[in-house]
């Protein structure tokens, strides 16, 4: 209920009320003369009564002449007759009185209508607030989008760090929105829509929302499944009334979130189709898209980490014109984005940005900050003054290989075989040339499956890989089960998801890399991940059964062969292979430097 509505009720009310006083007063004004019900007593006693009209409460009635006020009709309040006579006896004058029900006639009336009134306004709220059938009633078409002005959002381009290049991009539609007539002065225009594309937690809807922070204009921000209800047609009002919205306080900012639930791709097969609400929401995203002017000052912003199975309508030039890459950190942005998180906690000496940064590769902006949290905590469970690097290097192990599992016990056996495991990992790890360095090795066990685990930290980002790499990389893989094979003679179970990743890598290097001499420089598989990664698709086949067997029997003599390699090593270094695990059988958890000094110690090669 609006404004206007709520003054005329009001109105409504008045004119009851006045009615009601009105109706009073004309009552006591119609020709009938009140008097005491002693002087009714006397007009009787005199014969001066014609005729009477007797109430419950009242005794109306016309004399016989004029009474001093020259009416002949009167009124009076009765009174209990033995009591008056009593009375009158001693010369009291007798008045009856009727105590008053005008205010309890009144509320008897108005309070049912307030009432109904009132509870009619709460439901019509509530439905209009999200409530009731399809998100509210009686606001149906209205978009539910959160209206930010700069103090709200009170994000600036000071609080993202580690996407330089996509703050350089969006810069740009900062200066458009401050001054919108400087870019039409060479004849240039604004892009339509910006798409911001990235990983889960890079920082997209910060980015969107220090846009409007830097521009200080109206930031509209709304999730794409906002848009979608039960009813037909709901999703491309709300479109519309969104748009509507933004004009009318131009310059603004429009953000849609996770575009993707509403912008998917209407092809067969893709996951769209066969839903006419959601495309009709699409249809009419795109109508507006055409149709606001870009002078108007309202600027398009969407995010989204699926781009793959957008709409390509979407993507044309002319409606998001602009994709800005906002992809995970490298070193550098790590380095930028824990120096603006670690600002918020009290530090330690020892803790040093960068080397934080290089423990961290392949971090988000949200597993930064997580992290940072979680170092936090770790000190204050400790009951520690300040959050060391002991804290963030715990912290770290916590989210890359879990909770630590003190309460799981295994038997001595066991152990042993984990031991074993865990250090033929290390140390083939240790002699092969390019590998990752070896961090730490524990037996502790962490995470819902893992018994025990061994760290390397790369010691710079990786773009391109080469075959010697990811050879070397697939024998550090089976290391651990060379070793098993090596002390005990057997194969166990620990090794499962080492020789999955194993399969992945040979399959990879066959099907999708060309470096098979026996099936040249092919690809048979395209990688059907998405465009960001995430869950594999199923792969089309598109080659005949004789080329199948011999893409399984390349896969295969790869993984052989870097097992093959991962045995010689460890038999080369059985010596240390056996008292670094004697070691961390006895002290659950090995530092490199640990592994080190114990090959310097024995005076063999690490």
Known sequence: MDKKTTFNVWYFVAAFVGILLLQSVIAGFVGTQPISYSEFQQLLRDGKVAEVAVSDRFITGVVKEALPGGQTRFSTTRVEEGFADELGRFGVKVTGQIESTFL????????????FVGIWWFVMRRMAAGGGLGGGLMSIGKSRAKVYVETDTGVTFADVAGVDEAKEELQEVVDFLRDPGRYGRLGGRMPKGVLLVGPPGTGKTLLAKAVAGEAKVPFFSISGSEFVEMFVGVGAARVRDLFEQARTRAPAIIFIDELDAMGRSRMPGLGGGGNDEKEQTLNQLLV??????????VVLLAATNRPEILDPALLRAGRFDRQVLVDKPDKKGRIQILGVHMKKIQLAPDVNEEQVAALTPGFTGADLANLVNEAALLATRRDGEAVGMADFNNAIER????????????????REIVAF????????????????????????????????????RPTEDRYVVTREELEGKMAV?????????????HLST????????????????????????????????RDQRGFL???????????????????????HDIAERAFGRAVAVLTERRILLDATARKLLAQETLEAGDITAIAAEMQVPA
């Open 494 to 525: 620990g090794a499962a998801d080492d020789l999955r990743r194993v399969t992945e890598i040979a399959r990879a290097m066959v099907v999708q890399y060309g470096m098979s001499p026996d099936l040249g420089h092919v690809t048979y598989e």
């Open 399 to 414: 989210i890359i290989a879990g909770l630590e599992k003190r309460n799981r016990i295994l038997n001595p056996k066991e």
């Open 288 to 297: 507006e898209l055409d149709g606001f002017d870009t002078k108007s000052g």
């Open 477 to 489: 893989l089976l290391g651990g089960r060379a070793a098993e094979w090596i002390v005990f003679h």
């Open 104 to 115: 309890r006639d009144l509320l008897s009336w108005v309070v049912p209508v307030a009432l």
């Open 533 to 555: 990664g995430g869950m594999a698709l199923p792969a089309e086949r598109a080659y005949a059964d004789s080329t199948a067997s011999t893409i399984d029997r390349e896969v």
């Open 421 to 456: 495991h865990e250090m033929g990992h290390a140390l083939v790890a240790m002699a092969l040339p390019g590998s990752d360095p070896v961090h730490k090795v524990s037996i502790i066990p962490r995470g819902i499956g893992a018994l025990g685990y061994t760290i390397q």
